[in-house]
C-alpha cells in the first residue's frame, strides 16, 4: 500500500492518513495524532539531515543501524476492538509494535513499504474511488470552482443573465 494523503475528518478536525493499495481501489483510512500527522506531512528525510533537522521518528531507522539491522516494512496487523494494531519490521523479521500514527510516520520518513493485513481490509477496506480519492485534489477543485464562480460574478451585468422564456419584459407585458 501507499500512503495517498493526508486529509482532516470535517467534523472532528482529527488527521487521517488514507493508504490505498497498489493497482488496485481498495483503501483504509487511520487516525493519526496531530504531531506525526506533521512529519508525514514533512514526507522522506532527505539523504544529508544535520542533527537540528533529525526528528524522532528518524531515530528508530539509526538506531536498527547502529544495531545491524535495518528497517524493512510498516505493517497494520489487525484491527481488535476499532482499533488497528502496527509494527515496524525489521529485516530479520522481528516486530516491533507501536501505535499506528507512529508506524506510519516512521515509514513515511524512511520511504518503506507499507502493508496491511488482508482480514483489516476484508473488515473495513473501502472505496478508494467511492471516496473520492482519485481525484487529484477534491479540496483544490471545489475551490478553484468557487473562484471561476466569483470572477464571473465580479463582471456580470443584468444582462448577461438575459430574460427567461415566458417572462413578463420591463413593462410587465406578457410575451405570449
Known sequence: MRLAR????????????????????????????????????????SAVTDDDGRLTQDLIAD?????????????????????????????????LPARPSDVLAVAVREALRIEVA????????????????????????????VERMRAFLEEATAQDFGRPPGAPDAEGRDPG
Do not use: N
Open 6 to 45: 493526508l486529509a482532516v475528518h470535517r467534523m472532528t478536525r482529527e488527521p487521517l492518513a488514507l493508504l490505498v493499495e497498489d493497482e488496485a481501489d481498495r483503501c483504509l483510512v487511520v487516525s493519526v495524532r496531530g504531531p506525526q500527522a506533521e512529519v508525514i506531512d514533512r514526507g522522506p528525510r
Open 63 to 95: 538506531l536498527a543501524g547502529l544495531l545491524g539491522r535495518r528497517l524493512d516494512h510498516a505493517e497494520i496487523t489487525d484491527l481488535v476492538d476499532d482499533r488497528f494494531h502496527a509494527q515496524l519490521v525489521l529485516d530479520d523479521g522481528t516486530g
Open 118 to 145: 488482508d482480514a483489516v481490509l476484508d473488515a473495513v477496506g473501502q472505496s478508494f474511488s467511492a471516496l473520492g480519492g482519485d481525484r487529484p485534489e477534491p479540496a483544490r477543485e471545489a475551490a478553484e470552482e
